[in-house]
């Protein structure tokens, strides 16, 4: 009889726990059918933000629009639904408990930053209680819940290969990575690349691009972009234990520069999203490829499409770099669409 009835709870709490959370490469099963959760449109919902920036002294000027003196604020109203299901809400409770005792790990550029800041703040509003302790240390940034031994993390690694200083000068080494001595041994890694990619002229960091016995000045972004993505492939194929370390690729986050010579429109003014994406971004069929080739599973957060919607979420005029004021129409205001990225990213964690 007690066997019977554990069984039976057990069997409801399993097909409770399938329906909220079971997911493989953002397809989501709920009510026992299964849903692309890219797949869908934004819509105004009185009950967001999640957080208010306030809430969250420790953010990075450049993301935080409303202490910047942005004064509209629709953008921060609109969630994401996914057209065959519900997007679960963000619920920092449970996410402690899928993370305790386990340190997750942002590799990557100022949009790898953009989501780690937004999920710290989401943690600590969801946990008013929690101590937190958070410190930066040759570019780690290290934000820990010593209560539920949970850390946070973000590598600062524009280019996930190396970058090294030799006497030829700055060396952009395609075929290197000496960086995953640091978030190898990490519970959940979440990467992202692309953006450094295009700098040129007195923003580019390298003098020199090697790979194989190869040396150039430079050479095709996006051939120089795939060989890197390929190395970390490489990389993860081989050395990853997919049973310890969950992967996930932030997809490549558009911008809405527009401006001269461009058939887009900027995002200066802009406070309604989009209401359709335009055309699909270069760099996401390199990722793509890459993602497809490999033979460990990495869990692409596929966030072009739905990103490339939200013309109103970025900081615009409202934007800083350090300390002056900038036209950025690149990074994502706090609060704002990478809450939404974490939203997802919340829903496809094992
Ligand atoms: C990413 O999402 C878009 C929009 O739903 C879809 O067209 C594309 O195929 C997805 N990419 C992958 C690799 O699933
Ligand atoms: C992060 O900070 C916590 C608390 O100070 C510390 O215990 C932990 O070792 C740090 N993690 C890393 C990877 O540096
Ligand atoms: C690179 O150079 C080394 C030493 O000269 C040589 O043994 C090797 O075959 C070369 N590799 C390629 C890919 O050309």
Known sequence: MGGALFSIS???LFVVFVSLSRNVDGKIVQNGGTCDLFEGNWVWDNSYPLYHSSQCPFFED????????????????????PTGCKLPRFNGVEFMRKLKGKRLMFV???????????????LHVALPQAKHISY??????NFTFPEYDVSLLFLRNTFLVDIVSEPRGRVLRLDSISASKIWGGMDVVIFDSWHWWLHSGRKQPWDWVVYG?????????????????????????SNVDSTKTQVFFQGVSPDHAGGPGSSEKGCEGQTKPLTSPGSPHPAE?????????????????????????????HPSIYGRFKGQKTNDCTHWCL????????????????
Not at 62 to 81: H, T
Not at 108 to 122: M, V
């Open 10 to 12: 057990s069997a409801l």
């Open 62 to 81: 450049q993301f935080n629009c409303e202490r910047n003196g942005r004064p509209d604020k629709d953008f921060m109203k609109y969630k994401w639904q």
């Open 108 to 122: 990557g550029d100022s949009l790898s930053l953009n989501q780690w800041q937004s999920l710290t703040c989401l």
């Open 136 to 141: 930066t240390k040759d570019g780690l940034s």
């Open 213 to 237: 016995n190869t040396t150039v000045k430079d050479l095709d972004r996006m051939t120089a972009y795939e060989k890197a993505l390929n190395t970390w492939a490489k990389y993860i194929d």
């Open 285 to 313: 069929h390199v990722l793509e490829k890459v993602l497809k080739g490999m033979s460990k599973h990495v869990n692409l957060l596929n966030i072009t499409r739905l990103s490339q919607l939200r013309i109103d979420g």
């Open 335 to 350: 609060s704002g669409v990478p809450d939404i990225w974490n939203e997802i990213l919340y829903a496809m964690l094992a």
